[in-house]
């Protein structure tokens, strides 16, 4: 595959969500999903744009042979804060200094303290993920396995636990310019606002892309797929699970 996508037959771009638009929560992509974008790859530029840290991405896709960074046209994880463009990385800002050292503390000693009063029936570790352009937060811990992550996620769909704790930090923090964002199945991200999905579109509106197309599961609003795909810069399309993205695929690009 060559290194520029200039020579692709059609100058669009499509972007990926990862959880539930590629793969299922935190699994592993299906052979016949990277064999889509492999395909799809011959027509278009193809990248993915992912609230997820890079090393959850590379588990993920990383399955028949495939390389997230050298496979694709555009790896943007953390929602474009970790970002490669054709294998190489792109330089990037960071959340720490956009907080900064001393406001960071209060915000991550008051989740810690939010987190030891919760009462839910199980904790497992890993309660705070700090990342390049946001931190994770997760009252059951990231280290849940899958099971107890859709036992978690269905608990929380009941007792609100998540949406009540960001109800919290959104009045508390209201002066520190954080977006706190629900996205996936057993915590929050918290991130400088606009830093949502858009973030990445920022490192590609200079290349000139006829058509801009996002794919994603959670773009109803409040979902961390809204932005992007709200956005007018894309085309949005929504998806129910990965074998719904692999058919708009084949109808449309392949
Ligand atoms: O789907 C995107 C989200 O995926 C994970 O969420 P969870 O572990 O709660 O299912 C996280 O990586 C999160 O940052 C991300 O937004």
């Given at each position: 595959?060559?290194?520029?996508?200039?020579?692709?037959p059609r100058?669009?771009?499509?972007?990926?969500?990862?959880?539930?638009?590629?793969?299922?929560?935190?699994?592993?992509?299906?052979?016949?999903?990277?064999?889509?974008?492999?395909?799809?790859?011959k027509n278009v530029?193809?990248?993915?744009?992912?609230?997820?840290?890079?090393?959850?991405?590379?588990?993920?896709?990383?399955?028949?042979?495939?390389?997230?960074?050298?496979?694709?046209?555009?790896?943007?994880?953390?929602?474009?804060?970790?970002?490669?463009?054709?294998?190489?990385?792109?330089?990037?800002?960071?959340?720490?200094?956009?907080?900064?050292?001393?406001?960071?503390?209060?915000?991550?000693?008051?989740?810690?303290?939010?987190?030891?009063?919760?009462?839910?029936?199980?904790?497992?570790?890993?309660?705070?993920?700090?990342?390049?352009?946001?931190?994770?937060?997760?009252?059951?811990?990231?280290?849940?396995?899958?099971?107890?992550?859709?036992?978690?996620?269905?608990?929380?769909?009941?007792?609100?636990?998540?949406?009540?704790?960001?109800?919290?930090?959104?009045?508390?923090?209201?002066?520190?310019?954080?977006?706190?964002?629900?996205?996936?199945?057993?915590?929050?991200?918290?991130?400088?606002?606009?830093?949502?999905?858009?973030?990445?579109?920022?490192?590609?509106?200079?290349?000139?892309?006829?058509?801009?197309?996002?794919?994603?599961?959670?773009?109803?609003?409040?979902?961390?797929?809204?932005?992007?795909?709200?956005?007018?810069?894309?085309?949005?399309?929504?998806?129910?699970?990965?074998?719904?993205?692999?058919?708009?695929?084949?109808?449309?690009?392949?």
């Amino acid at each position: 595959m060559s290194k520029s996508f200039k020579d692709r037959p059609r100058n669009a771009l499509c972007l990926f969500d990862v959880d539930g638009t590629l793969t299922l929560a935190r699994q592993g992509a299906s052979k016949e999903m990277i064999d889509t974008l492999r395909q799809l790859r011959k027509n278009v530029a193809v990248g993915f744009v992912s609230g997820s840290d890079l090393a959850k991405i590379i588990e993920q896709l990383e399955t028949n042979g495939f390389n997230v960074i050298n496979d694709l046209d555009y790896a943007f994880a953390e929602n474009g804060l970790s970002a490669y463009k054709l294998g190489q990385l792109l330089p990037s800002e960071s959340f720490i200094n956009f907080v900064g050292e001393e406001k960071y503390k209060v915000l991550v000693n008051f989740i810690l303290r939010y987190l030891a009063d919760m009462d839910i029936p199980i904790k497992r570790g890993t309660f705070i993920e700090f990342r390049r352009g946001m931190i994770n937060v997760s009252p059951i811990g990231r280290n849940a396995t899958i099971k107890e992550r859709i036992e978690f996620e269905k608990l929380d769909k009941e007792k609100r636990y998540r949406e009540k704790f960001v109800q919290v930090l959104r009045e508390k923090f209201s002066d520190y310019g954080l977006t706190f964002s629900i996205g996936g199945q057993i915590s929050f991200d918290v991130f400088p606002n606009g830093w949502d999905k858009r973030y990445a579109l920022r490192r590609v509106e200079d290349e000139g892309f006829d058509e801009i197309h996002f794919f994603g599961d959670k773009t109803f609003e409040g979902g961390n797929d809204y932005e992007i795909f709200a956005d007018p810069r894309t085309i949005g399309h929504s998806v129910n699970n990965p074998e719904d993205t692999i058919r708009i695929l084949k109808e449309q690009f392949l």
